[in-house]
């Protein structure tokens, strides 16, 4: 069975910076896309950031770019995502997501595309 375990999140000031962590469970962790994705309250979940298996790509929304980093570690079968210099307007419950891929390290940007998701953690930024 596969399960995602997100942690990291919490409440902090504009300009600081979280670093949130995706563990996962039940599944061979190489073979497998990873994405962040966000909601904020009265809104629909947003893509974030996503890596290919290998950890060689990785794609992100234009309103994180330069901001957040997402990475992996598969000997630890988790995925990263450093947040940095945060904005109010980042506040929201953050999920990550999970797809097999065979063959390609296709990144995937769209919920839809993921298989397997979180319970999510809470991210709240302060003005």
């Known amino acids: 069975q596969v399960q995602l375990v997100e942690s990291g999140g919490g409440l902090v000031q504009a300009g600081d910076s979280l670093r949130l962590s995706c563990a996962a469970s039940?599944?061979?962790?190489?073979?497998?896309?990873m994405g962040w994705f966000r909601q904020a309250q009265g809104k629909e979940r947003e893509f974030v950031a996503a890596?290919?298996?290998?950890?060689?790509?990785?794609d992100y929304a234009d309103s994180v770019k330069g901001r957040f980093t997402i990475s992996r570690e598969n000997a630890k079968n988790t995925v990263y995502l450093q947040m940095n210099s945060l904005k109010p307007e980042d506040t929201a419950v953050y999920y990550c997501?999970?797809?097999?891929?065979?063959?390609?390290?296709?990144?995937?940007?769209?919920?839809?595309?993921?298989?397997?998701w979180g319970q999510g953690t809470q991210v709240t930024v302060s003005s």
């Open positions: 997501a999970c797809r097999l891929v065979i063959g390609r390290c296709t990144i995937y940007r769209r919920a839809n595309d993921y298989n397997y």
């Open positions: 039940g599944l061979t962790f190489s073979g497998y896309a």
């Open positions: 890596i290919s298996k290998s950890g060689g790509t990785a």
